[in-house]
């Protein structure tokens, strides 16, 4: 197997950052082919913490890492990381970091404008993170964005500019909100310019080049499948495609380089920011669950919203993802609880549902179906092997396999790299 996707299963935060790391630790490759710095996650490599946002997490091993087309690219936040990695011994030469040509900039007053329009929507707003993902997104399929290749033109560049500003100055006006003067733009473009352009490389040259090669790949997805802007909980959901078929796309690669797809799960569910949420618990579970699992999101702090595993969702993750298998995270979180439920279906205005509603209204008011398994007392915390699970444990794995039809692959038992139990060979 030359390459592997991974993609969170659920809403984010699924604890992708380990599985990640030690998938990175064998890669030659990193991949990131959509999201931008919403993303967010923490890697512990031999004792010392790294915070990565934009960069693919290859970047802590010192391997190859790309960041492609698919990305939208704020390009003081990429800086502004690199100098963190700095600081922290770890230097980031061209050599190692390549940025697509294609990769469309995240500016100044994309993150104004996005900030904005949180604030007008008051409390129907999308909780979105506030760096400007959703209107670099927009200008790209509306043909104005201004993309990494533009700084090498200052004539393309100058025309494409007045054009953004002119967009972005309208509705900022009419959200009533400070205008972006061109000068300030360009000097702040001119800036960063000269330090952004040297990683700027021909990515899809490159990554014929490494397939042909046969190196091994590693696609690191951002967020998750229910926060895809087709296939997930919209509106209320990121801007990009998260699915893995966006992995082509996003690198310049074709539709086959994804290899085998692994979607990534916590042992229960939790969702950032504001949505459709069906398992969400108000009680003393999700207080435990929230508790225990240290559920505080990465990128904003905020405390993440918890509730029981979600079979239903997941599967919807499966099909629309085509996932091969799934990584169950953090299932030591639920030690110690007398009985663990999973949904199994919904209850929909007196009918029963098997399948996820793309209707937002219908996902607001979905009743989860509860199967209810006996938990386990004993504590799985670093177990290695399946077998070596509680026997409810392991029944709790099976029925969950049994219901999103496809092999849970990876168990986690812990942070650590090591607590992790894998049934399938991911380097045949
Ligand atoms: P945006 O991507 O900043 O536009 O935010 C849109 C939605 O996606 C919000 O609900 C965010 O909380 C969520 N989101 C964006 N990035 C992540 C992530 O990395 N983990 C979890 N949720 C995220």
Redesign the pocket.
Known sequence: MSSITIVGAQ???EGKGKIVDWLASKADIVVRFQGGH???HTLVVEGKSYKLSLLPSGIVRQKTSIIGNGVVLDPQALLKEIARFRDQNIHITPEILKVAENCPLILPSHVALDQARERARGDKK????G?G??PAYEDKVARRAIRLCDLLESKTLNWRLDELLFHHNALLTSLGEKNFTKEDTLRYINEVATQILPFMAPIPELMAQYIHENKFILFEG??AIM?DVDHGTYP????SNTVPSQTGIGSGTGPRSGGYILGIAKAYTTR????PFPTELFDEDGQYLGKKGCEFGT?TGRPRRCGWFDSILVKHAVQVGGLDGLALMKLDVLDGLTEIKIATGYELDGAVLHRFPYNLEAQKRLKPIYETLPGWSESTYGIRLRSELPVAAQRYIERIEALIGVPISIISTSPEREDTIMSVNLWS
């Open positions: 809403w984010g935060d919403n993303a967010g999308i909780g979105t993170t760096r993902i959703g951002a967020q926060l209320f959901v990121t801007s950032v920011g504001e949505g990128v």
